[in-house]
């Protein structure tokens, strides 16, 4: 691994814009394959955590959360007779909470006394292999037509958006081409169901998927006579 270090982001500032311009991290975003992006374990998952996850994702590029400092939090706990189980449950969820479709995995390490840094490392590992991943034409058509099949769209105005074929074009980021209808069909909801069903199907966690649309409305067949 060529780990790079970039600075902290600042507590005054929620604009992830303004942090990555006057702290240069989005130049060495950029430049790598994935980004670990540390959280505290004493304060919680925050806006700015969201901001920059969310960046990550636009840069296009491989995701690992590592929640830091867990043995001063896990020493807190016992004095104060709590679960860690249930701390790192909640903590997830309120991950969740502010940033609903993040799916990138998760480590709870300390830098301290090097705890979970194993975990982490052969989690980097795995992610590395994921984004290299390569779904075949058939695979993936299949998987549209099931999906489409068994919960079809919800109308819009009478019509319902329809893939029609799925490539992928490229890795790293996972690109993927997809022929289709009418885009203003397709409903925000069932985009991210589309999404979320493929990070699922496809052990995607962590990695990007851009999704390239191509509008080919199907031609109507005219009877032979006319």
């Known amino acids: ?33 994935i980004a670990v992006i540390l959280l505290d374990s004493l304060t919680g998952p925050t806006e700015i955590d969201k901001n920059l996850i969310n960046e990550v994702s636009r840069l296009g590029k491989g995701c690992i959360l590592a929640v830091n400092k867990w043995d001063i939090a896990r020493e807190r706990l016992a004095e104060n007779g709590k679960n860690p189980e249930k701390f790192q449950q909640e903590f997830l969820e309120e991950l969740r909470r502010i940033c609903p479709f993040c799916d990138a995995p998760i480590v709870f390490i300390s830098a301290k006394t090097h705890e979970g840094l194993e975990l982490f ?72 169901f589309l999404e979320n069903s493929l990070r699922t199907q496809f052990k995607l966690s962590g990695c990007p998927v851009v999704w390239d649309w191509i509008e080919k409305p199907k031609r109507e067949v005219l009877p032979e006579n006319q």
């Open 121 to 192: 490392l052969n989690q980097i590992k795995s992610l590395q292999k994921r984004l290299q991943t390569q779904i075949t034409t058939g695979a993936l058509n299949r998987f549209f037509q099931k999906l489409q099949l068994q919960k079809p769209p919800t109308s819009c105005h009478g019509k319902h958006f329809k893939i029609y074929y799925a490539v992928q074009k490229e890795q790293t980021p996972l690109t993927l081409k997809i022929f289709c209808n009418r885009l203003v069909w397709l409903p925000q909801a069932y985009k991210r």
């Open 1 to 33: 691994f060529i780990l790079v270090d970039t600075a902290g982001v600042r507590k005054q500032t929620t604009d992830a814009v303004e942090f990555f311009s006057s702290v240069r991290t989005n130049a060495a975003l950029k430049k790598v394959d």
